[in-house]
């Protein structure tokens, strides 16, 4: 059974940073990404529901930028999970909101970066400016 790959690799004029898509996203929150249609699935969406699946496999075949973003966001999803998992009690839904709070703003490598896992498979951003794109 193959691995699921991202419906936006067939996305016309995506912009990208490195060789990464900057995708359309649902929120209300004013950031480099576009915004999404509210009755189409986003990249977020995308991401849970192909989570479980794609999680199980051990090699992934980059069809496109998009699967490149799919891939970054399954590893920060399990991220969240393992921060959620490390607790030493089940965190209430308060105490787990202020743990993937304190997550999401710490510091994490971006593609160029020495400690980036995946830097074989990521082009590092071209400037400055573009590698501002990943900490909105």
Do not use: W
Request: hydrophobic share 45%; charged share 20%; aromatic share 8%.
């Amino acid at each position: 059974m193959p691995a699921y790959h991202s419906s936006f690799n067939e996305e016309p004029d995506v912009r990208q940073v490195g060789n990464m898509a900057v995708l359309p996203i649902r929120t209300r929150i004013r950031g480099p990404a576009p915004l999404a249609d509210p009755q189409q699935a986003d990249i977020v969406d995308e991401t849970l529901d192909l989570f479980r699946a794609n999680s199980l496999f051990r090699n992934f075949e980059i069809k496109g930028p998009a699967d490149r973003t799919l891939i970054i966001l399954i590893l920060f999803i399990s991220d969240c999970l393992a921060k959620l998992g490390s607790a030493r009690t089940v965190p209430t839904q308060i105490e787990a909101s202020k743990l993937l709070n304190t997550l999401s703003v710490d510091t994490f490598p971006i593609p160029g970066d020495a400690n980036f896992p995946l830097n074989a498979h990521y082009a590092a951003p071209s400037s400055r400016a573009d590698a501002g794109l990943f900490f909105h």
